[in-house]
């Protein structure tokens, strides 16, 4: 079998098969980086013993099931629940001060413990984060967040405490949202505190993805313990339920959460299908993959996507910088973004 390295693809077979593709799925190739696309069609290669990248187009020319598992290859899916869990935290603080709730009133913990984090590296690194970590809990909480010096000028922040109704729903958008970790995990801090208060305001969640097989998986809701790495004890027990097979455990999400979110299969470079503006909106890990010119078209979707003091949260690999457009930066070390037509000071 051939290595991935040892496969050649010259610009014409490379152009050939790609607008090939863009024909059966719609996918906009060139917001990508080409050194990441030909890396997604190698894999698939080597996947069906296909030599040559003409082999590769016969194959795909006569087997639409191919196509499908290109585009579930081809997007990415690594994620867990909770992944950089610092952000989650800043959401459900925002949510906490609009409520006028203390902290310290409800039962919520989103950071998983130093030694649940190390139980899933390996050995050679498992110290190391370890106490990463023992630092990083020791520090005060907002250690970094700069976030709730702009609150009163969120779009959000006001319906907050405002009573439930279509006119004050929040929306949140999740873009990509890959198997469905990211806008779950959104959701369980949401129906956290809607349990926990008298009052909590209509929330709309939407989750996207180019990948038929994520988006089935997504609604599905049954995950293996990677997806687990992240999450607390607290909200693992709360809201999952483990459940013995012949290959070890799974673990179901609740059917509650299920009924809160919406799950959408689409290419988010061409569009989002939805009507609806959003108040907050989740992007982080994708821009990364984009080549520079084609991220700024995909930047002006998302931000003509925001309503006026909407945020933007990219975390913490991506960066516009200090701005973009009418997009300011309001947490550094978050990378969350408040779309602005005026300057912040």
């Known amino acids: 079998m051939k290595l991935i390295e040892s496969i050649d693809i010259d610009n014409g077979s490379y152009q050939r098969l790609t607008n090939f593709l863009k024909s059966k799925t719609g996918l906009n190739f060139q917001y990508y980086n080409k050194s990441f696309i030909e890396k997604r069609i190698k894999s698939r290669m080597i996947r ?72 899933f590296r390996s050995k050679s690194n498992a110290a190391k984060k370890f106490i990463k970590n023992k630092k990083l809990y020791s520090r005060p909480e907002k250690y970094y967040v700069d976030v709730f010096i702009f609150l009163n000028r969120l779009s959000f922040y006001k319906k907050i405490k405002l009573l439930p109704s279509e006119k004050n729903c929040i929306n949140i958008w999740s873009c990509p949202c890959a198997t469905g970790e990211e806008p779950y995990s959104i959701n369980m801090i949401m129906n956290n505190l809607k349990s926990q208060v008298r ?47 012949h290959y070890g455990h799974i673990n179901l999400i609740n059917e509650q959460l299920k009924k809160g979110i919406e ?17 907050i909106i989740f992007c982080r890990y994708l821009l990364i993959y984009f080549n520079h010119k ?52």
């Open 48 to 119: 069906v013993y296909c030599n040559t990248l003409d082999e590769y187009y016969s194959y795909l020319s006569s087997n639409t099931e191919e196509i499908k598992n290109f585009v579930d290859g081809f997007t990415i899916n690594y994620t867990f629940f909770f992944r950089d869990y610092d952000v989650f935290e800043t959401v459900q603080d925002i949510f906490l001060q609009g409520l006028g709730v203390n902290k310290k009133q409800i039962k919520s913990n989103i950071r998983p413990t130093a030694a649940k984090l190390a139980k």
């Open 199 to 245: 009052r909590f305001p209509k929330i709309r969640i939407v989750g996207s993805d180019i990948s038929y097989g994520a988006i089935e998986k997504a609604k599905i809701g049954v995950y293996a313990d990677d997806s687990m790495k992240e999450i607390s004890d607290y909200y693992e027990n709360k809201y999952f339920t483990k459940q013995k097979t």
């Open 294 to 345: 084609n991220r700024d078209k995909f930047l002006k979707i998302l931000e003509d996507r925001l309503k006026e003091n909407g945020i933007l949260i990219l975390g913490k690999t991506e960066t516009l910088f200090d701005s973009w457009g009418s997009l300011r930066l309001i947490d550094s070390r978050n990378r969350i973004y408040i779309k602005s037509q005026s300057k912040l000071f």
């Open 263 to 279: 799950f959408v299969r689409e290419d988010v470079t061409e569009g989002h299908s939805k009507p609806y503006k959003y108040d």
